[in-house]
């Protein structure tokens, strides 16, 4: 079994449960922020580190817990994973978790890039008419990659919608050639 195989089916297990009891929305968000400190403190690769005694990894994964305080279900869940030997995959699973949380709340997430910073007006405008076209809700991460020129790129999933002058310009000299 693959590793997203897995991180997708413990997802879909915890979504399960936490629509059962109407917080998965909560979940979603504990174990997106528990996999974030996790990172940075890496904390992953001590629970994973074969060097150290089962026991101790636990004991490490519970004084964590203590600390963080999530809730009694992404606290067992996580205490699920380590003892499976999936502690190593919370990322993955918390990835999936956000996808099937979007797709559950009608939600598609965007990313928009431009030449340079754009004010939030324009973040709306583009956010409403991303909306329109697909008919979600949509939340737009912004990057800025100067050699776009110009213009703007969008992404919600499979759609791309490319509006750059770089583009424009590949476009025009494609048609020059062609005759």
Same mark, same amino acid.
């Given at each position: ?74 606290? =067992? ?28 709340? =009608? ?63 590949? =476009? ?8």
């Amino acid at each position: 079994m693959t590793s997203q195989t897995i991180a997708r089916r413990y997802a879909k297990a915890l979504l399960a449960l936490g629509q059962e009891d109407g917080n998965f929305e909560t979940y979603g968000q504990e174990l997106a922020a528990f996999v974030k400190v996790a990172a940075e403190s890496r904390l992953i690769d001590a629970l994973t580190n074969p060097l150290y005694p089962t026991e101790v990894r636990h004991k490490l994964l519970e004084a964590v817990l203590d600390k963080a305080g999530p809730s009694k279900m992404v606290r =067992n869940f996580l205490g699920l994973l380590h003892d499976k030997g999936r502690i190593g995959q919370l990322a993955a699973i918390s990835a999936h978790l956000q996808v099937l949380v979007d797709e559950v709340k =009608n939600v598609k997430r965007a990313t928009i890039v431009t030449a340079g910073p754009i004010s939030e007006a324009v973040q709306q405008q583009v956010r409403t008419t991303l909306e329109r076209l697909t008919g979600h809700t949509v939340f737009i991460e912004s990057k800025v990659d100067p050699d776009i020129i110009g213009g703007i790129v969008a992404q919600v999933g499979d759609l791309t919608l490319d509006g750059s002058v770089k583009t424009q310009l590949k =476009n025009l000299k494609e048609s020059l050639i062609k005759g």
